[in-house]
Nanobody, 124 residues
Framework: QVQLVESGGGLVQAGGSLRLSCAAS????????MGWFRQAPGKERDFVAA????????HYADSVKGRFTISRDNAKNTVYMQMNSLKPEDTAVYYC?????????????????WGQGTQVTVSS
């Protein structure tokens, strides 16, 4: 099973930016659609963004459209999420996940592997 390790979280002021990375242990990395999810304290894990195996298809939650960008580098076995114009409500633990299905999905139960998460805190 693929293992995933996130990095890049931290504390940032509202309006600032962060770039999350998620490195995968297994080749070929390109067999997986990749997703980012987040979970705030006391809340469910929510879909944020997903990218297809080739990187040609992406999907975003309405709450992050126009602010977050998901991308991937299959040669480096890594998926990224650039987060701009951050808001306090973006504060959460962010998880990357891998899914070997044909189509990208927003359903967390479809993802077969998860990273340990990285904390993002946005101060007002």
């Amino acid at each position: 099973q693929v293992q995933l390790v996130e990095s890049g979280g931290g504390l940032v002021q509202a309006g600032g930016s962060l770039r999350l990375s998620c490195a995968a242990s297994k080749r070929p990395f390109s067999m997986y659609n990749m997703g980012w999810f987040r979970q705030a304290p006391g809340k469910e894990r929510d879909f944020v963004a997903a990218i297809s195996r080739s990187g040609g298809g992406t999907h975003y939650a309405d709450s992050v459209k126009g602010r977050f960008t998901i991308s991937r580098d299959n040669a480096k076995n890594t998926v990224y999420m650039q987060m701009n114009s951050l808001k306090p409500e973006d504060t959460a633990v962010y998880y990357c996940a891998a899914d070997a299905s044909v189509l990208i999905t927003t359903n967390p139960s479809r993802y077969e592997a998860w990273g340990q998460g990285t904390q993002v805190t946005v101060s007002s």
